[in-house]
């Protein structure tokens, strides 16, 4: 399949995503600064998911760009992970309404591990599919620094389990930030700037 079909695809379902999330963010009760404070889980729940969406799509968008066609297994896998992250709007308000839940906690937490195993895997994938690419191996998309992010992601699971319920929540929002920065890291070291 050419990348360009379906990265306008997969652009679309990002989009879609992002507005739901959006729009599930309950307005405050009264026109007050305390009302608007007493919303602020569902702001961090918010910016986290958002943040993790975005970089997917910049990811993709810049895997996209030096790949001209895509097979089958990865178009499943990222059929997959689309799956995945179309549920990210329901989670993200439960883990936002209840911050101190367990099961709220570790629903959002499997979903942003299940994300990033998906994407490591269409990543592979593609990488697999286009063995002959040169550009695509040079901005080294496949690094396993890009696993530490889960292993962040891992220490909030013990902590919500052990010591600290939203200790997830708190993980989440590490891991997304990580991967954002491991992603320009790489981006420079590839680009040799």
């Not at 959006?22 to 009760?29: C, D, E, G, N």
């Not at 970089?55 to 996209?64: D, E, G, Q």
């Not at 599919?129 to 080294?140: F, G, R, T, V």
């Amino acid at each position: 399949m050419e990348t360009t079909r379906f990265e306008t695809f997969f652009d679309a379902i990002i989009a879609i995503i992002i507005t739901v999330l959006v729009l599930k963010i309950p307005q405050p009760t009264s026109p007050t600064l305390g009302a608007f404070l007493e919303l602020n889980p569902i702001y961090v729940a918010y910016s986290i998911s958002f943040l993790v969406l975005y970089n997917i799509w910049y990811a993709n968008h810049n895997l996209f760009q030096v790949v001209d066609t895509i097979d089958n297994t990865s178009v499943w896998i990222y059929g997959t992970m689309t799956f995945v992250i179309s549920l990210l709007p329901y989670f993200t308000i439960w883990l936002a309404n209840h911050v101190s839940s367990i099961p709220a906690e570790t629903m959002f937490g499997l979903i942003f591990i299940i994300t990033h195993i998906l994407n490591t895997l269409a990543t592979r994938a593609i990488y697999k599919s286009n063995p002959y690419n040169k550009q695509l191996y040079e901005m080294h998309f496949d690094s396993y620094y890009m696993n530490l992010p889960v292993i962040i992601l891992i220490i909030g699971f013990i902590l919500t389990y052990t010591v600290y319920v939203p200790g997830i929540y708190v993980c989440c929002l590490l891991s997304v930030v990580l991967w954002i920065v491991l992603g320009r890291l790489l981006r420079r070291c590839a680009d040799g700037n």
